[in-house]
């Protein structure tokens, strides 16, 4: 079992739709971390939290560390947002655990 | 601030060849990743250093990869001989040593066995 679980694996959506990402964890965590990866392209960092919320344009972040999970949510999607979404958690011992990714299409 | 630099971008081989990655983290950062991605998957850690010692490299194929960082800032990884399955994205990355880090990834070695 991985210590990071995603789902869904894979989202389509309509242009505008309201999107949400889950993410479960089972290890102890300092932080959580989402982040984007574009086809062919590198991995950035949107978000790195370890409690309550966190908003950047249209991207906000949710953490409930007594229940584990986190959710990313986008608003008004749009085509540019397709991409592969990666949750992670780090724990004290600065380890990085990983989640499969969710692969997000959003069509026109 | 400059990112996390990584080359090459691209590399192709055949089976039983070898290969070297170069990273070069960010200035600062002690904590060096090297990842390995398989298309489809998540990355998944082949070595972690704190400095220019090894953290973990429990998920190394030590047969066959070897990583070091001299002087605690660039970081080399080598694949000898490569195999098919070694094909992927080497993905280095760099955090600051202790708390609650950014991670930050440099845009990927990708490898292609033949």
């Known amino acids: 079992k991985n210590e990071v679980e995603q789902s869904p694996q894979n989202l389509t959506a309509q242009e505008g739709e309201f999107i949400t990402i889950n993410c479960s964890y089972s290890?102890?965590?300092?932080?959580l971390h989402w982040l984007q990866q574009h086809p062919g392209g590198g991995i950035v960092s949107l978000f790195m939290?370890?409690?309550g919320k966190k908003k950047h344009g249209r991207l906000i972040a949710t953490i409930n560390i007594q229940e584990k999970h986190s959710s990313l949510h986008i608003t008004a999607s749009h085509p540019r947002d397709s991409a592969v979404y990666i949750c992670?958690?780090?724990?004290?011992?600065?380890?990085?655990?990983f989640g499969t990714g969710t692969s997000l299409t959003v069509i026109p | 601030e400059a990112g996390v630099a990584q080359s090459p971008r691209y590399k192709i081989i055949e089976k039983r060849q070898s290969v070297a990655f170069w990273c070069n983290p960010i200035?600062?950062?002690?904590?060096l990743y090297w990842y390995q991605q398989i298309l489809g998957q998540g990355p998944k850690l082949l070595i972690q250093?704190?400095?220019?010692?090894?953290?973990?490299d429990s998920q190394l194929p030590k047969d066959r990869f070897s990583a070091e960082r001299l002087k605690g800032v660039d970081s080399t990884l080598k694949i000898q001989p490569a195999k098919l399955e070694d094909s992927a994205v080497y993905l280095c990355?760099?955090?600051?040593?202790?708390?609650?880090?950014?991670?930050?990834f440099g845009a990927g070695s990708r490898l292609t066995v033949l």
């Open positions: 990355a760099s955090s600051t040593p202790s708390g609650a880090n950014v991670l930050t």
């Open positions: 200035s600062g950062h002690a904590t």
């Open positions: 992670a958690v780090t724990n004290t011992g600065n380890q990085f655990y």
């Open positions: 939290l370890s409690s």
């Open positions: 290890v102890g965590i300092s932080a």
């Open positions: 250093f704190q400095n220019n010692g090894v953290v973990d």
